[in-house]
């Protein structure tokens, strides 16, 4: 069974940077796509970016150029570089794997493409 735990959430201001990681256990292989997802009080959950097995990644519109996300198969854990926070990227953000056979398969930024999950850091960018 997969295991997704996610670290580096916190508090900063408008502008700021934080860096989100997901340790990842229970691989057969490393035949998964991942993808980082959030999700703010009172709203549905939204893809924010993913990442397939030849490295290909997709950004919502509303983090492209700010994001950045990248995985270190060494060490099995995904990251989440977010520059130039703004107040509403405030939001629960998730780490999610797939399991992904064919190296090009590349799913889309649907929380329905993705069936394994972490709890969660929260992020909160002040004004």
């Known amino acids: 069974q997969v295991q997704l735990v996610e670290s580096g959430g916190g508090s900063v201001q408008a502008g700021g940077s934080l860096r989100l990681s997901c340790a990842a256990s229970?691989?057969?292989?490393?035949?998964?796509?991942m993808a980082w997802f959030r999700q703010a009080p009172g709203k549905e959950r939204e893809g924010v970016a993913n990442?397939?097995?030849?490295?290909?990644?997709d950004y919502a519109n509303s983090v492209k150029g700010r994001f950045t996300i990248s995985q270190d198969n060494t060490k099995n854990t995904l990251y989440l570089q977010m520059n130039n926070l703004e107040p509403e990227d405030t939001a629960m953000y998730y780490c999610?794997?797939?399991?992904?056979?064919?190296?090009?398969?590349?799913?889309?930024?649907?929380?329905?493409?993705?069936?394994?999950w972490g709890q969660g850091t929260q992020v909160t960018v002040s004004s």
């Open positions: 229970g691989y057969i292989g490393n035949r998964y796509c």
């Open positions: 990442i397939n097995r030849v490295r290909w990644t």
């Open positions: 999610a794997a797939a399991h992904c056979p064919q190296l090009t398969t590349m799913p889309t930024l649907s929380s329905t493409d993705f069936p394994y």
